[in-house]
């Protein structure tokens, strides 16, 4: 799925995938400079992947758009890894928006609660 993050005056498009199983969105910390973030102001965090692997990061804020949406500011996991997938976990999201998944016409509809 399409998510905008913005940097200081640049915005960019990023797919991200939407994962109910993740706590937190998830980025690699070079999205952390993109966004204006001096990270090593922010909290250090261990995380488990879904195989057991430990990833090591920052928890930090992250403000994104999807669609036509207003900012959200989630909790984001900038991992270390630049191979981190783009995930948008459950923290500071699901419990802000409704998603339906529309199978027939292959798309998801997100509604600001």
């Known amino acids: 799925m399409s998510v905008v993050l913005t940097g200081g005056q ?3 498009t990023f797919k991200f995938i ?12 070079r999205i952390g400079k993109f966004a204006g973030l001096d990270l090593e102001e922010f909290t250090s ?3 488990t992947g879904i195989e057991g692997g430990r990833i090591a990061g920052k928890l ?9 949406s207003s900012g959200v500011t989630v909790r984001c996991f900038f991992a270390e890894r630049d191979d981190a997938p783009f995930l948008l976990g459950r923290a500071d ?10 199978a027939r016409r292959k798309k998801m509809v997100f509604t600001r609660i």
């Open 60 to 68: 930090a804020p992250l403000e994104l758009r999807i669609g036509k």
């Open 10 to 12: 640049y915005r960019r």
């Open 93 to 102: 999201f699901f419990d802000r928006f409704n998603i339906f998944f529309d």
């Open 18 to 29: 939407l994962d109910s199983g993740a706590e937190f969105t998830m980025v690699p910390q």
């Open 45 to 47: 965090l261990t995380v």
